[in-house]
């Protein structure tokens, strides 16, 4: 079930040496050295606290780094960050969707931000909107959307300009299954129209097996687990699942929900999008 696609090639797309974030006494990511090629989806698991929205907040050029280095797009995310804000899409955990604007609205506001020219923006715009089924709900208050339209609006919102990297951070958290393989079915279709590379970041072991082409699993800031889920799962036997990989990769322990600022975060995103 997992997409593949004719755009992936060995040209790394994402890469980081040594990338490393300290707050304070806490080494949130350690030396992480990754790879990703074009046109690939990624996928970074690991239990709460592990340091995957870190390692994207680093790519995505929103914290800095406090070693090490990283490319995204041909570009360094610390001398080049411009440049990198101008060839990836994120779309957060939290609300990046104006609840008071319509689709439409909302994504004419994202043409602006982005620089789509001018002539470029209606046509676009209607694309998007058709091509994430939401052309019927394009004049409709963002507001009165469902959880699943509201996560495809912003998936239109974080892909109107074409990036060459699309981030995105839990992107079916609090979405009933019809809604969560929905927006499945539009990244996928997203990454073979646009041959863009996409990394996601997810806790749902099926949601993995089905997006992503390979995936690391994160354990305390570093990768303890890297490689298609296929070969993943065949290290630990013909009848393993992901979850067993995972619970191996993380040192063999539940995780128990993560802290106050995770549990908030979470609860936050499955209230909007439920």
């Known amino acids: ?41 990624f996928g970074l698991l690991g239990s709460n606290g592990a ?22 797009a041909g570009y360094d995310i610390v001398r080049d960050a411009a440049r990198v804000r101008r060839h990836i899409g994120y779309v957060p955990q939290l609300l990046s969707a104006d609840g008071a604007l319509t689709g439409y609205e909302n994504l004419l506001l994202s043409a602006r931000l982005y620089d789509v020219p001018r002539a470029e923006q209606k046509p676009r715009i209607t694309e998007a909107l058709a091509f994430m089924g939401l052309d019927a709900a394009a004049h409709t208050l963002v507001r009165t959307y469902s959880g699943g339209m509201v996560r495809r609006l912003e998936v239109a919102q974080a892909t109107l300009h074409h990036p060459t990297v699309l981030f995105l951070d839990e992107p079916t958290i609090g979405l009933d299954p019809i809604a969560r393989r929905a927006v499945w079915e539009r990244l996928k279709q997203s990454r073979q129209q646009f041959a863009m590379t996409m990394l996601i970041t997810t806790h749902d072991m099926e949601e ?8 690391a699993i994160m354990h305390s800031g570093r990768i303890a687990a890297l490689g298609t889920p296929a070969a993943l799962k065949g290290q630990l036997g013909p009848h393993a699942t992901l979850d067993d990989v995972f619970v191996k990769a993380a040192g063999g322990s539940i995780d ?19």
């Open 256 to 274: 128990q929900g993560g802290g106050y600022r995770d549990t908030v975060r979470t609860r936050s995103t499955t209230a909007r999008l439920g």
């Open 51 to 72: 340091g995957k929205t870190t390692v994207i907040r680093m790519l995505t050029t929103l914290l800095p780094p406090t070693s090490g280095t990283a490319e995204v």
């Open 1 to 41: 079930m997992r997409a593949t696609t004719s755009v992936t090639t060995d040209a790394p797309v994402v890469r980081t040496i040594a990338l490393t974030r300290r707050f304070g006494s806490l080494l949130a990511v350690d030396a992480l050295d990754l790879t990703i090629a074009a046109g690939t989806i």
């Open 208 to 215: 993995a097996e089905v997006l992503c082409d390979s995936l």
